[in-house]
């Protein structure tokens, strides 16, 4: 079984929809992150949580919101989807400290028509 | 934002020659990351470096962190075809585990 693991794997929904991405984990990291990934501009933050009750911004949060269910568990939810939303989403895991490696999910392909 | 740039974009070569990718930013970075992305799965870690000047290798792999710690470069020797993919560096600025990445270079290497 994959570590971290992210619900669906592709959707297609329609502009005005009100989607939620899901995203769990059993490596019993504390930290979690989602990004976005389009073509041409790598990987970007959206929002990161250091711990249940700890909720950031990352660069690009507006029109997304996230809820750190446990410490197992970090949805990202967008409310009323627009098409420049499309993209591939991920889900990723740190440990605690400077230089740590983040594991990520394999990702969700998401098209907002 | 600060910028991490990496060149080139896109990278076609055959087995057995050798690769250079650079990354490079105008600000500091604390430790710096680089991964390995396959279509359909997310990124994969392959070495953290963190102090200025360090060299590190991994089979044919070797990276470096530039002495100022705002560049890195990964060499590959005698590529082979499971080397193709998408390499992302990514840099950290302070001690919370926050990445920024780099748009990726999209590595080819035909047998």
């Known amino acids: 079984d994959a570590d971290v693991t992210q619900t669906p794997r592709n959707r297609i929904t329609k502009t005005g929809k009100r989607i939620m991405l899901e995203c769990s984990q059993t490596?019993?990291?504390?930290?979690m992150y989602w990004y976005r990934q389009d073509p041409g501009l790598g990987l970007r933050l959206i929002y990161y949580?250091?711990?249940?009750?700890?909720?950031n911004k990352g660069e690009i949060s507006d029109g997304y919101s996230v809820s750190r269910q446990a410490q197992a568990k970090f949805s990202l939810s967008l409310e009323s989807a627009i098409p420049n939303q499309t993209a591939l989403y991920f889900c990723?895991?740190?440990?605690?400290?400077?230089?740590?490696?983040?594991?990520f999910g394999d990702g969700t392909r998401l098209s907002i028509l | 934002t600060q910028l991490l740039e990496q060149s080139p974009q896109f990278l076609s070569i055959q087995e057995g020659e050798n690769l250079t990718v650079y990354c490079n930013s105008s600000?500091?970075?604390?430790?710096l990351q680089w991964y390995r992305q396959e279509p359909g799965e997310g990124p994969v870690l392959l070495v953290t470096?963190?102090?200025?000047?360090e060299v590190k290798k991994l089979k044919r792999l070797t990276f470096q962190f530039g002495d100022a710690r705002k560049d890195s470069s990964l060499h590959i020797t005698a590529a082979q075809p499971g080397d193709t993919g998408l390499y992302l560096c990514?840099?950290?600025?302070?001690?919370?585990?926050?990445?920024?990445f780099g748009a990726g270079t999209q590595v080819v290497v035909t047998p």
């Open positions: 990723a895991t740190s440990n605690r400290g400077h230089g740590q490696p983040q594991h």
């Open positions: 490596k019993g990291h504390d930290r």
């Open positions: 949580s250091f711990d249940v009750k700890d909720i």
């Open positions: 600000s500091v970075f604390s430790s």
């Open positions: 470096v963190v102090t200025g000047g």
């Open positions: 990514a840099g950290s600025h302070d001690s919370w585990g926050k990445l920024q």
